[in-house]
């Protein structure tokens, strides 16, 4: 472990022995920082949540397995017995915001100056682009794509791309989807679906793969609905 010696951290937080720490970090004792962590120089984890209902009483952070969170970014402690969390191998950027009882999965990327309100659900491999700002109780699917400085106010669709103020369904996230290596087959059978809904259609079951992951998060409880779609969208 590596932890600066400007650095204040609460002899009660739960370090991993490889974790390192920067300058004048500051880590509460309710936060668990996993192997591989790194937390660079004023990032602020573990600090009261900005929740006027909050009372109070034991409630944590939890980050992941070599997850990197950048200069000056803030994690806010839940206001819950479930912690807010942060998954393996992200990558929090400078000046991130990420609020009380977020839950964010794995190889998550939080660009920089970007603000992720109360109760935020983000799944695996999804990317939020710099100085977004997303809305409390805002699900945002896996692998989806976020358009730098949008306004998200809706849920986004696993998979797609979505961009502007408010954010609306663009596209599939064709370039992140590609990376990924997902197979053409699934590729053009999200496709499909994809201009299903943007005309309006309803979906079917679809048995397994992508495309079941996406119906089964349009089943899914939601406090915002689903963001709109942007007829004649670009890829994003």
Not at 67 to 75: H, L, M, P
Not at 175 to 203: I, N, T
Not at 218 to 234: D, M, Y
Request: aromatic residues 4%; charged residues 15%; hydrophobic residues 40%.
């Amino acid at each position: 472990m590596h932890v600066h010696p400007s650095a204040v951290v609460a002899p009660e937080a739960e370090l991993a022995d490889d974790v390192v720490i920067g300058p004048y970090a500051v880590v509460h004792g309710c936060v668990r920082l996993a192997a591989g962590v790194r937390v660079d120089s004023h990032a602020v984890l573990g600090g009261d949540p900005q929740d006027l209902t909050f009372t109070g009483g034991p409630t944590a952070v939890e980050i992941g397995p070599d997850t990197v969170i950048r200069e000056a970014a803030i994690v806010h402690r839940s206001t819950t017995s479930t912690p807010t969390r942060i998954g393996a191998g992200c990558l929090v950027m400078g000046q991130a915001h990420v609020a009380h009882d977020c839950q964010l999965g794995d190889g998550v990327i939080v660009s920089q100056a970007v603000t992720l309100g109360g109760h935020v659900t983000i799944g695996d491999g999804a990317v939020v682009g710099g100085m977004s700002l997303v809305q409390q109780h805002v699900r945002i699917g896996r692998q989806a794509m976020v358009g730098a400085m949008s306004k998200v106010t809706r849920d986004v669709l696993p998979f797609c791309g979505v961009d502007g103020n408010p954010a609306t369904h663009r596209a599939l996230n064709a370039v992140g989807l590609k990376r990924s290596g997902m197979p053409p087959q699934e590729y053009h059978a999200l496709r499909r679906v994809f201009d299903l809904l943007r005309d309006g259609h309803e979906l079917d079951s679809w048995a397994d793969g992508p495309v079941a992951q996406l119906v089964e998060f349009l089943a899914g409880p939601s406090r915002r609905g689903i963001s709109p779609f942007r007829h004649g969208g670009e890829a994003v």
